[in-house]
């Protein structure tokens, strides 16, 4: 009966850590140049944002994780754990939620986000996903091969996706755009960790930057005294 506290999280990986980084080098090799097109189209989103185009950044996130759903999780991470389907649907759903939040904003462009503290940590985080998770790969990680981009790979994907939505939302809307990214988040730093791999904390530091500055930025707001 108490057999289970012998297992530890590995145990619960069904794969490798060569296998794992083999399969980051096939999809790599297969959808080249995918992941260019797919951060420019994150960076664009990021400009967006910060331009206060509320409607155009939240269209152009939902490709991303429609693309890493199918792509990644569907035809290839399947391969090497069961649990990968129905991530693949919940990367499906949050494509269809970003679409409809950007369906129902309020207008096409919105006045944009202050130029406070919580928008510098935002675009601070999705740049480091956007651009630094290949350089991360290039010189202590694995190696450029098995980098993982935006709109390919799930990681830096909902990373990205964070710093957007904290740039763009509040309150309960930011909380539930941003349930699925921070989920994954726990699960990829949880699935890194357990392979041992480089960076492992990243996805967790993303989340705990994120949502702190959420709070924060809550709690500020609810301090202020209103005329």
Known sequence: MHGWQTYRLEDFIPF???IYWRLLERINEA????PVLAVAIGLTALLLALR???RMALALLA???LTSGILFHFTYYAELNWAAPW???GFIAQAALLLALALF?????????????STGIATTVALVSLLGYPLIAATIGPGLS?????GLHPDPTAIATLGVLLMLLRGPSFWLASFIPI?????GSLTLIAIDATGALIPLAAVAIIAGTSIARSIQSAARPHV
């Open 183 to 187: 989920l994954w988040c726990l699960i």
């Open 105 to 117: 904003a309020g207008s096409s462009r919105t006045q944009g986000p202050s130029k406070g503290l």
């Open 31 to 34: 959808f080249w140049p995918l």
């Open 87 to 89: 991530f693949g649907w």
């Open 146 to 150: 098995h980098a993982e981009t935006y």
């Open 63 to 65: 490709p991303a994780w």
């Open 52 to 54: 206060g185009n509320q």
């Open 16 to 18: 490798t850590p060569d």
